[in-house]
């Protein structure tokens, strides 16, 4: 239950993590933008933003500038010479990856959670290979419920205001709820949805904890309540 708590406040708000310093970021260097005149962006979040990244062979390193290239699902960041690099996911074990403040002050969509964990190890899902980072919302021993970006470069149809058509990038996510067994089933981020991808036996009692806390499963922050509740029951 620690656990799953600690994941929970780590999400919600600002975590104090130790310090670690003198250590080199695992990377290589970043390569130049393959992607001119194209419309869209390869990136979650135009902006950059701030990172703490957990590294399986140098500990913790906070406050590192990244963007996270989701067509390509690398974790470009600055490193301490100042040079943009691309993360070696073999060495990533997480990432708590800040949202661009002007993001949640913009306030277009409720409940958006300031800093999202991202994590590899999820290959049972169809399409992602084991190295691939995912957005990890809930993780407990009932269920798991995670989502994959990603920017898809498509080349649209010619038409009459595009004689010549160029590449552009559509942004997807998706959703995955994993149970106990390891069962993988796609899901859309709306109340009746997930709690019919549930377990039968486990269905009643989601609605009580819906009905009871007012819970809207639309909502990143309220779906991190509800997992976090179901899991502790």
């Given at each position: 239950?620690?656990?799953?708590?600690l994941?929970?406040?780590?999400?919600?708000?600002?975590?104090?993590?130790?310090?670690?310093?003198?250590?080199?970021m695992?990377?290589a260097?970043a390569r130049l933008s393959g992607?001119?005149?194209v419309e869209?962006?390869?990136?979650l979040?135009e902006?950059?933003a701030r990172?703490?990244?957990s590294?399986?062979?140098a500990?913790l390193?906070?406050?590192?500038?990244y963007?996270f290239n989701?067509?390509d699902?690398?974790?470009?960041?600055?490193?301490e010479?100042?040079?943009?690099i691309?993360l070696?996911k073999?060495f990533?074990?997480?990432a708590l990856?800040e949202?661009?403040?002007?993001i949640?002050?913009?306030?277009s969509?409720?409940?958006?959670?300031?800093?999202?964990?991202v994590?590899?190890?999820?290959d049972?899902?169809?399409g992602?290979?084991?190295s691939d980072?995912?957005?990890?919302l809930?993780?407990g021993s009932k269920?798991?419920?995670?989502?994959k970006?990603?920017s898809?470069l498509?080349?649209?149809?010619?038409?009459?205001?595009?004689?010549?058509p160029?590449?552009?990038?559509v942004?997807?996510?998706?959703?995955?709820l994993?149970?106990?067994n390891?069962?993988?089933?796609?899901?859309r981020?709306?109340?009746?949805?997930?709690i019919?991808?549930l377990?039968?036996?486990?269905?009643?009692?989601?609605?009580?904890?819906?009905k009871?806390?007012?819970?809207?499963?639309?909502?990143e922050?309220h779906?991190?309540i509800?997992?976090?509740?179901?899991?502790?029951a």
């Amino acid at each position: 239950m620690k656990k799953y708590l600690l994941i929970f406040g780590m999400l919600l708000g600002h975590s104090t993590f130790a310090q670690i310093s003198n250590i080199d970021m695992n990377g290589a260097p970043a390569r130049l933008s393959g992607y001119t005149n194209v419309e869209g962006s390869p990136y979650l979040f135009e902006d950059w933003a701030r990172a703490d990244i957990s590294f399986t062979n140098a500990g913790l390193k906070e406050n590192v500038a990244y963007k996270f290239n989701v067509h390509d699902n690398e974790l470009e960041v600055i490193n301490e010479a100042g040079n943009k690099i691309f993360l070696t996911k073999d060495f990533i074990e997480y990432a708590l990856l800040e949202r661009p403040s002007i993001i949640i002050a913009n306030g277009s969509e409720s409940g958006l959670l300031t800093k999202l964990l991202v994590k590899k190890g999820f290959d049972m899902i169809n399409g992602v290979a084991p190295s691939d980072l995912v957005n990890v919302l809930a993780e407990g021993s009932k269920y798991t419920l995670v989502r994959k970006f990603y920017s898809d470069l498509v080349t649209p149809p010619k038409n009459s205001y595009a004689p010549t058509p160029g590449q552009m990038f559509v942004y997807e996510e998706s959703f995955y709820l994993i149970n106990a067994n390891g069962e993988v089933e796609s899901v859309r981020t709306r109340t009746n949805n997930i709690i019919k991808a549930l377990d039968e036996k486990d269905q009643s009692m989601a609605k009580k904890f819906v009905k009871e806390n007012d819970l809207n499963l639309s909502r990143e922050d309220h779906l991190v309540i509800f997992f976090q509740k179901l899991n502790e029951a």
